[in-house]
């Protein structure tokens, strides 16, 4: 089939289903485009073909009745996820060569749906600051944005239809918007992050891109066990939706305010109800609260790295880890607290609304030399668990993709794909 790296995982699944492609076809058209692209955007850590060929051969034996919902799909997976049969470094020089001995747990669920593990995509620095060699594949000058910097260029780059990323802050949310694809970062916790080296336990959630909505359900889905967000199709009734500005705004760009503010217009204008207004005060001082809670989990998960290869740790995460030394138990239970609070006062900040909206970055991607970009604005989001989506929302004035951030209720997964798909048609 030509051009089956372009297919989404979707339409891919359906033309598997009916005999019009198989996996092999399909991976190595994957491969043949990842040999073309990856001198360029590098998006790929580990590649092992004899892998790749091991787990063709097995699905090929698998009878129709017994296939998975993902049979013959292509993912790319995080390097911060443990895999049994490849390396796994989390992006550092400690870790280099590292062998887990067992999969993630959310490796483990693509594997037994029949994904194919394509390899190992590039991650920042424990999914923190330090960037790997990726490159924005709209403009190799620019950053994919971070930390699942490698996931994100992979499918923007028809490279993989699907890939695995985690989000701390904004390692899912920012990726997206940058290169121009979808992202879901789920409630906190509904998948497992065992197996998974995490930044900061109480906050980083698994997340995954894709170049639509229905395959981010798709692959969440399946990492999750939940076949509600596998069969959620686009609302029947049209959302309610609202954006409440919240100071961080005052630092988004020109292109980043009218990305929102004109699909407002457009989604308001094809049925959705529109609310406007201002965040609630107590939730002024949550993207503060955020990173003391990151600093202080951060400085207390990394001991171990602090202790044996402090000179192997990059200066942004030393940077983190001293500040979270400097903060009392005290600091961190006030923060933690103040969270407690506004997660049980949600309903002031959606209103009568079920979808928030808002930015998924300050603008478009920056050039690499300044990093993988600003997480302002899904920190707070991120703090409260929220469900969140970034959908592709036009370009900036340097033509880069600029994304529309979308955000339930915690536990109200389901109704955000469907709301996200309602949306994703009435933009496109």
Same mark, same amino acid.
């Given at each position: 089939?030509?051009?089956?790296?372009?297919?989404?995982?979707?339409?891919a699944?359906?033309?598997?289903?009916?005999?019009?492609?198989?996996?092999?076809?399909?991976?190595?058209?994957?491969?043949?485009?990842?040999?073309?692209r990856?001198?360029?955007?590098?998006?790929?850590?580990?590649?092992?073909?004899?892998?790749?060929?091991?787990?063709?051969?097995?699905?090929?034996q698998v009878?129709g009745?017994?296939r998975g919902?993902?049979?013959?799909?292509?993912?790319?997976?995080?390097?911060?996820y443990?895999?049994?049969?490849?390396?796994?470094?989390?992006g550092?020089?400690?870790y280099?060569?590292?062998?887990p001995?067992?999969?993630?747990?959310?490796v483990?669920?693509?594997?037994?749906?029949?994904?194919v593990?394509?390899?190992?995509?590039?991650?920042?620095?424990?999914?923190?600051?330090?960037?790997?060699k990726?490159?924005?594949?709209?403009?190799?000058?620019?950053?994919?944005?971070?930390?699942?910097?490698?996931?994100?260029?992979?499918?923007?780059?028809?490279?993989?239809?699907?890939?695995?990323?985690?989000?701390?802050?904004?390692?899912?949310?920012?990726?997206?918007?940058?290169?121009?694809?979808v992202?879901?970062?789920?409630t906190?916790?509904?998948?497992?992050?065992a197996?998974?080296k995490?930044l900061a336990?109480?906050?980083?959630?698994?997340?995954?891109?894709?170049?639509?909505?229905?395959?981010?359900?798709?692959?969440?889905?399946?990492?999750?066990?939940?076949?509600?967000?596998?069969?959620a199709r686009?609302?029947?009734?049209p959302?309610?939706?609202?954006?409440?500005?919240?100071?961080?705004?005052?630092?988004?760009s020109?292109a980043?305010?009218?990305?929102?503010?004109?699909?407002?217009?457009m989604?308001?204008?094809?049925?959705?109800?529109?609310?406007?207004?201002s965040?609630?005060?107590a939730f002024?001082?949550l993207?503060?609260?955020q990173?003391?809670?990151?600093?202080?989990?951060?400085a207390?998960?990394f001991?171990?790295?602090?202790?044996?290869h402090?000179?192997?740790?990059?200066?942004?995460?030393?940077e983190?880890?001293?500040?979270g030394?400097?903060?009392s138990p005290a600091d961190?239970?006030?923060?933690?607290a103040h969270?407690?609070?506004?997660?049980?006062?949600l309903? @002031? *900040?959606f209103?009568? /609304?079920?979808?928030?909206?808002?930015? %998924?970055? $300050?603008?478009e +991607?920056?050039?690499?030399? !300044?990093?993988?970009?600003?997480p302002?604005?899904?920190r707070?989001?991120?703090?409260?668990?929220?469900?969140?989506i970034?959908l592709?929302?036009?370009?900036?004035?340097?033509?880069?993709?600029? @994304? *529309?951030?979308?955000? /339930?209720?915690?536990?109200r997964d389901? %109704?955000? $794909?469907?709301? +996200?798909?309602?949306?994703e !048609?009435r933009l496109?």
């Amino acid at each position: 089939m030509k051009d089956a790296c372009k297919l989404t995982a979707t339409d891919a699944g359906a033309a598997i289903r009916n005999g019009e492609l198989t996996p092999r076809v399909l991976a190595n058209a994957c491969l043949e485009r990842i040999g073309r692209r990856e001198a360029e955007t590098g998006a790929w850590e580990v590649l092992d073909g004899s892998r790749i060929d091991e787990q063709l051969a097995k699905l090929e034996q698998v009878p129709g009745p017994e296939r998975g919902l993902l049979h013959g799909i292509p993912v790319g997976i995080k390097d911060v996820y443990d895999t049994a049969d490849l390396p796994t470094a989390y992006g550092s020089a400690i870790y280099e060569g590292h062998r887990p001995a067992w999969d993630a747990a959310a490796v483990a669920r693509l594997r037994a749906a029949g994904a194919v593990i394509l390899g190992k995509t590039v991650t920042t620095e424990f999914a923190y600051w330090k960037a790997g060699k990726t490159r924005n594949p709209h403009d190799h000058s620019r950053t994919p944005g971070g930390s699942s910097s490698g996931s994100a260029a992979a499918v923007a780059d028809f490279m993989v239809p699907l890939a695995t990323g985690t989000q701390t802050v904004a390692s899912t949310m920012r990726p997206a918007a940058f290169c121009g694809i979808v992202g879901f970062k789920p409630t906190l916790g509904r998948i497992s992050t065992a197996g998974i080296k995490t930044l900061a336990g109480s906050l980083d959630t698994v997340g995954m891109f894709a170049r639509c909505v229905p395959d981010v359900a798709l692959i969440g889905g399946v990492m999750a066990g939940r076949a509600d967000w596998v069969a959620a199709r686009a609302a029947a009734m049209p959302p309610v939706v609202a954006f409440a500005r919240t100071p961080e705004w005052d630092q988004v760009s020109a292109a980043g305010i009218a990305v929102v503010e004109d699909a407002a217009r457009m989604l308001e204008a094809a049925g959705a109800t529109l609310s406007t207004g201002s965040a609630p005060a107590a939730f002024a001082t949550l993207a503060d609260d955020q990173n003391q809670v990151l600093a202080f989990e951060a400085a207390r998960d990394f001991s171990s790295e602090w202790r044996h290869h402090r000179a192997l740790v990059s200066p942004q995460l030393s940077e983190l880890i001293e500040e979270g030394l400097l903060l009392s138990p005290a600091d961190y239970e006030t923060a933690q607290a103040h969270r407690l609070e506004c997660m049980a006062a949600l309903d @002031g *900040l959606f209103g009568g /609304a079920d979808i928030l909206l808002a930015p %998924s970055a $300050l603008g478009e +991607a920056p050039p690499l030399a !300044e990093g993988t970009g600003d997480p302002l604005m899904s920190r707070a989001w991120t703090l409260l668990g929220l469900p969140s989506i970034s959908l592709p929302a036009g370009t900036g004035p340097a033509g880069l993709p600029l @994304g *529309l951030q979308l955000a /339930a209720r915690p536990g109200r997964d389901a %109704s955000l $794909l469907a709301a +996200a798909q309602w949306i994703e !048609e009435r933009l496109a």
